[in-house]
């Protein structure tokens, strides 16, 4: 049933590209007309210039927008890069073929010279094919649901892992006694919650989206916090990239800024680990890890988003505490003060304590 799901996908794509793009640029050389391709971008808010009215895209914000503009690219930029791209995308869909976005770059690493070009073809020809990207995801916990034919029973082993649908549109019948929902960053923290038998002792749905989530994270987690209105919390690695994952949850992201009022959630709060948990949790130095020029380079970046000072300035005195400090850590740095800290102590005290932002 599921692959005959994404067969059709697969088809829909496939059409896309023959009957609308490339129908468009055969329409356009016919008519002896320069084809161009048109890609829409979303301005933050925080760009002062509010000319236009619509949708906040890029940090998720609906209320607060401007212009949407329309970059302009002519045929002849993008033909080795996008339309590469795209060709080759083609072609894997009709030799029904998986290709990563590694695998792609490295079919013509002279053509697109790093890697970041090739993820932002992919993320272009997505806006341009209103097309949703996917990658793997997990929910455990006290949470029955039903996706089309397929009943999903969490609450018969709930620290047993099941896979998030990628239909999430088709989610439906969501029963739950949970308490609260618990995203976390990485598998390797879902893995020690659910080794550690962490939903039988505390009645709540955990969810992740193994590091940056996708597309069905997102919406399975929109839906259940509509649908149960339970509250939730974030647990992230402090640096910046947790951080940015956080961000990502509670404002969305710039790459999908185009679909972001269907996935941000705003309820979210921010469990942990924060910079000052160190000394509240007296981790040693050799748990620490120093910041590198990225690491700085992405946190100056980001303490200059203005959600973090208008909508949650606790944030941004956390992330100002780690630039000053220079130094980051791993929620498995927890493991220091005993293997099963985190799911024994950490996580419920904080919970308890309202320790959170």
């Not at 072609?91 to 993820?119: A, T, W």
């Not at 800024?257 to 130095?285: H, M, Q, T």
């Not at 100002?320 to 996580?347: C, D, H, N, P, W």
Request: hydrophobic share 40%.
């Amino acid at each position: 049933m599921e692959g005959n799901r994404l067969r059709s996908q697969h088809r829909d794509l496939l059409l896309k590209i023959r009957a609308e793009f490339t129908r468009s640029i055969v329409e356009d050389l016919s008519d002896g007309r320069s084809p161009l391709i048109l890609i829409n971008r979303f301005r933050n808010y925080c760009n002062n210039n509010p000319r236009t009215i619509c949708s906040d895209s890029s940090k998720g914000q609906e209320i607060i927008t401007l212009e949407k503009q329309c970059h302009v690219h002519r045929i002849g930029e993008l033909r080795n890069v996008l339309l590469r791209v795209l060709l080759i995308v083609q072609q894997l869909l009709q030799e029904n073929k998986h290709g990563s976005k590694r695998d792609i770059f490295y079919m013509h690493p002279s053509v697109f010279s790093e890697q970041s070009v090739v993820d932002q073809a992919i993320n272009d020809i997505c806006i341009l094919m209103q097309y949703l990207l996917e990658k793997g995801r997990l929910v455990m916990g006290w949470l029955r649901f039903q996706e089309a034919e397929r009943k999903f029973d969490c609450i018969n082993s709930p620290n047993t892992a099941h896979t998030i649908p990628v239909l999430v549109e088709e989610v439906k019948d969501i029963v739950s006694v949970a308490q609260y929902i618990l995203l976390v960053e990485k598998e390797s923290v879902f893995q020690r919650l659910a080794n550690d038998q962490f939903c039988t002792r505390n009645r709540c749905i955990v969810i992740t989206g193994r590091g940056y989530p996708d597309v069905p994270t997102r919406r399975f987690l929109r839906l259940l916090i509509e649908t149960l209105c339970l509250p939730t919390y974030c647990l992230v690695d402090c640096d910046p990239y947790g951080f940015d994952i956080l961000s990502t949850y509670r404002f969305g992201s710039m790459q999908m800024a185009y679909d972001a009022k269907f996935l941000r959630v705003p309820e979210i709060c921010w469990l942990g680990a924060f910079p000052s948990d160190i000394e509240k949790y007296n981790l040693p130095k050799q748990c620490l890890l120093p910041l590198t020029a990225e690491d700085t380079k992405r946190t100056e970046a980001m303490l200059l988003r203005c959600y973090l000072k208008r909508e949650v300035p606790e944030w941004r005195s956390e992330l100002e505490l780690m630039l000053q400090r220079g130094v980051k850590f791993e929620l498995e740095a927890l493991s220091v003060r005993s293997l099963s800290f985190l799911t024994e102590v950490y996580i419920p005290s904080k919970i308890q304590g309202a320790m959170y932002f």
